[in-house]
């Protein structure tokens, strides 16, 4: 059989390569007529006692047996590590249950834990269990046994027949997963009062249907990795985040978590503009909780800084010990604001993209799919247990709506789906079969774009009784300045995460489409956010006739790592690392602070603009705090007084400098420590205050 150790899930493979035909020979078939189930005839010791019948020829004799994979779960300390359990019986999860989270609950975490969380599945795969004879018949209706030489490889009677039975094969075994393993830890766990979220498994490892265990969560997790990258795990095809949020949507989960920032690149130098972009794509996707990866627990005190991280050189260093972790709440509260927004209402998704039958990979996450419109996965227990048809739209039973249903995989539909499908056409759902969907057919469907711009934008919608709003972020990579077209109703407002104003947006209407204007720096986004019509004031555009570069600086650093002890005074403002403050002082890590001061002709407000930063600034005006900056662009608002008036900016940097200064010393002279770091003779890296530094009035 083509490929069948994919078909038969014994591994994961693409669907597109095992449905490559392949020209064989009839004679190269097992019939099944010519087999002989010789079981009766083994006996204790393993041999067999079979006499082939007279004249038959030559035979073939399979042997099948189970043992354990040997697998073990890890990381784990040594008290805390065994054999992983057997998925496939709900014997297995009550073992592992009792035995850990279970006895963990009824013990030390008695009424203090409120949730448990399953990581990534990490376990490998599994092709058996020991009753799996019986579950297959109770599930498949057929005894399993004559044909388990499919399971090998052969081709019983014809590849068509064969490749229906794997096909059952693959539906049996992930149902087996769903329910004795996923529902059935949910279950255990729902009885001691926890909480369950767990993470993406289908379609990464093992083969099981991508969206139906997330029914079991109550907070289906996927995970997503910094930096964004191409073909490794920053990209969305490594960990697929869509699956997950479709599974949210049609099962009526609110929420949406995901292991967020982790990272193979453990560098001390991670950048919220760098965090804030990543978070972005993947909040778009339909992340609405984040979950870091990692928080690290120092309770020691005394101790170097920056302190131990994850405990190996991956994930992004979330801990006390950080330069900027004073400046936490400023990015928390920013994710938090994105996450509420992200919790309220129902997206507004176009297409139901039906995945087929077959149990499989994941869909290609760049597939092509008009731009301008949402699509969601759809699985077959969705398609015949939760799907309804209302004034021609599809419908969950918690009120997901879709306008369409596209079967790009049309050709090895079972009976009963077709016969599902055309019972919700006659019922007036609209259905698109092929390989493709245009915004040709759709908009023959009669549907409009939510959303269009001349450039790429990364976007979402969502709607709720009274009110609707587009989450849009700029594209990887890039600015956004231009125009957006929406299709709402409502006045617009802008609603910034970042510092949590809101504001009326100038627009212009057209029928149905709104028209507005939005500046979107590197990792910039906003939401705009229509409502029935309110007196909020519109966002000021300042139009400086005047730009004054402000010169002339102090800096001064705190004592005891190696910078002068006595304020600095600056003509120019470089990186740190290029400024005359010796070699110790060229690698400082941490916060120093800038001072100058400027005159203006009368009160009022003007736009400060810091220009380049690495990486948080703390600003104050004659004393008075104005404002903390920590992604692109680094410009605020601030009130100024006629006359002179004093500017303070205390600028954070990371811990990478020092990390690579420290690590080519002796370790007794060294005033960090880490587990794992920058290596001796990294190059620094540039942090400080770059400036220029400019007003607008």
């Known amino acids: 059989m083509n490929d069948w150790q994919g078909r038969s899930g014994s591994t994961l493979r693409a669907k597109e390569i095992y449905q490559d035909k392949t020209c064989q020979s009839p004679e190269a078939f097992i019939q099944a007529s010519r087999m002989q189930d010789l079981s009766g005839q083994m006996k204790a010791d393993g041999s067999l006692a079979w006499t082939a019948p007279e004249g038959s020829g030559s035979w073939t004799i399979l042997r099948f047996g189970h043992v354990n994979s040997g697998h073990q779960n890890s990381p784990a ?19 592992q249950f009792s035995n850990y989270v279970g006895r963990l609950q009824d013990g030390p975490l008695a009424g203090t834990a409120s949730g448990m969380l399953m990581d990534s599945w990490e376990c490998n795969n599994q092709t058996w269990t020991g009753r799996m004879e019986e579950e297959f018949k109770t599930r498949a209706g057929h005894s399993l046994r004559e044909w388990m030489p499919a399971l090998a490889g052969y081709v019983i009677d014809n590849q068509q027949v064969t490749a229906s039975f794997l096909d059952e094969w693959r539906r049996v075994k992930s149902d087996l997963y769903n329910e ?47 930096p964004l990258s191409e073909g490794f795990v920053g990209d969305l095809n490594f960990k697929p985040i869509k699956p997950t949020a479709s599974a949210a949507h049609i099962y009526g989960k609110r929420r949406v978590a995901a292991e967020s920032f982790t990272s193979f690149e453990l560098t001390w130098d991670e950048h919220w503009e760098l965090l804030k972009e990543v978070a972005n794509l993947n909040m778009t996707e339909g992340i609405t909780h984040n979950v870091f990866h990692t928080y690290t627990h120092n309770p020691q005190v005394g101790f170097l800084p920056p302190g131990t991280s994850f405990g190996a050189p991956i994930g992004t260093p979330f801990l006390r010990g950080q330069t900027w972790w004073k400046y936490m ?56 247990n939760r799907l309804s048809v209302k004034d021609g739209q599809l419908v969950t039973p918690d009120g997901q709506k879709y306008s369409v249903l596209w079967i790009p995989d ?69 600015d956004f300045h231009g125009t957006v077209a929406l299709k709402a109703d409502g006045q617009p407002e802008i609603w910034d995460a970042v510092s949590g104003e809101i504001h009326a947006l100038l627009y212009q209407r057209e029928g149905e489409v709104v028209y507005v204007n939005l500046d979107l720096e590197h990792a910039g986004n906003c939401f705009v956010v229509f409502r029935p019509e309110t007196k909020k004031a519109p966002l000021k555009e300042l139009k400086p006739a005047k730009v004054q570069e402000l010169k002339n600086w102090t800096l001064s650093f705190p004592e005891g790592w190696g910078a002068p002890e006595k304020p600095v005074k600056l003509k120019e403002l470089k990186a740190w690392k290029d400024l005359p403050l010796g070699e110790e002082g060229k690698a400082f890590s941490g916060t120093a602070v800038y001072e100058t001061s400027f005159t203006l002709p009368k009160a009022g407000e003007v736009v400060l603009d810091l220009g380049r930063v690495d990486m948080i ?36 940097g990371t811990w990478f400098n020092r990390l690579a200064y420290d690590a080519a010393l002796p370790e007794a002279q060294r005033k960090t420590w880490t587990l794992f770091g920058p290596e001796p003779g990294s190059p620094l890296r540039e942090s400080g205050l770059m400036g220029p530094v400019r007003l607008l009035y």
């Open 77 to 95: 300390p040594a008290e805390a590590t065994g054999w992983e359990c057997n998925k496939l019986d709900p014997r297995g999860a009550e073992v």
């Open 329 to 384: 709440p400023y990015f928390t509260t920013y994710l938090a604001r994105t996450s509420y927004l992200l919790e309220r209402g129902l997206p507004v998704v176009d297409v139901l993209w039906y995945v087929g039958d077959e149990v499989t990979h994941k869909p290609d996450q760049k597939a092509s799919f008009p731009k301008g419109y949402k699509y969601d996965y759809c699985n077959p227990d969705v398609l015949f």
């Open 617 to 652: 600034a703390d600003v104050q005006v004659n004393g008075q705090p104005a404002g903390v900056l920590w992604a692109s662009p680094y410009k605020l608002t601030v009130k100024g007084k006629a006359g002179r008036n004093t500017l303070r900016i205390a600028v954070t």
């Open 410 to 478: 049309n050709e090895n539909l079972a009976p009963a789906t077709v016969s599902r499908v055309r019972k919700l056409m006659a019922q007036g759902a609209r259905v698109v079969l092929g390989p493709s969907i245009t915004a040709a057919t759709l908009g023959i469907l009669g549907l409009q774009p939510q959303l269009w711009a001349d450039e790429d934008i990364l976007w979402a919608h969502r709607q709720t009784s009274g009110a609707e709003w587009f989450y849009i972020t700029a594209p990887s990579g890039k």
């Open 180 to 226: 004795n393993f996923f529902k059935r830890m949910t279950d255990l766990a729902h009885e001691k009062g926890l909480e369950v979220q767990f993470e993406t498994a289908a379609g990464d490892v093992v083969a099981m249907d991508l969206l139906e265990y997330y029914k079991y969560a109550d907070v289906p997790m996927a995970e997503f990795w910094q």
